[in-house]
């Protein structure tokens, strides 16, 4: 049974850091993608690594957010720091080339 799951959310204050995990089965770790839905928003590309570690990120966490990954593990990461009240959201891990998703973790930012 092929999936994903994330973790690491939860609620943070303003300007502090989270680190999310996101662990896959092996078959289906490839390219790799963050993404996020905001209350009342439509789910957005967060960052994104390619199994050569060639990331790309949303202007909007640019400077903020790193994505890693660890092929041994099968396990992407997405560190984010400067959090802000706008970062709030669930966050998914996707298997970009066999388009699946781990159930998410939320994310709160607020004092």
């Known amino acids: 049974q092929v999936q994903l799951v994330e973790s690491g959310g939860g609620l943070v204050q303003p300007g502090g850091s989270l680190k999310l995990s996101c662990a896959a089965s092996?078959?289906?770790?490839?390219?790799m993608g963050w993404y996020r839905r905001a209350p009342g928003k439509e789910r957005e590309l967060v960052a994104r690594?390619?199994?050569?570690?060639?990331?790309n990120y949303a202007d909007s966490v640019k400077g903020r957010f790193t994505i890693s990954r660890d092929n041994a593990k099968n396990t992407v990461y997405l560190e984010m720091n400067g959090l802000k009240p706008d970062d709030t959201a669930i966050y998914y891990c996707?298997?970009?080339?066999?388009?699946?998703w781990g159930p998410g973790t939320q994310v709160t930012v607020s004092s």
């Open positions: 092996a078959s289906i770790f490839s390219t």
């Open positions: 690594i390619t199994r050569g570690g060639i990331t």
């Open positions: 996707r298997s970009e080339p066999y388009n699946i």
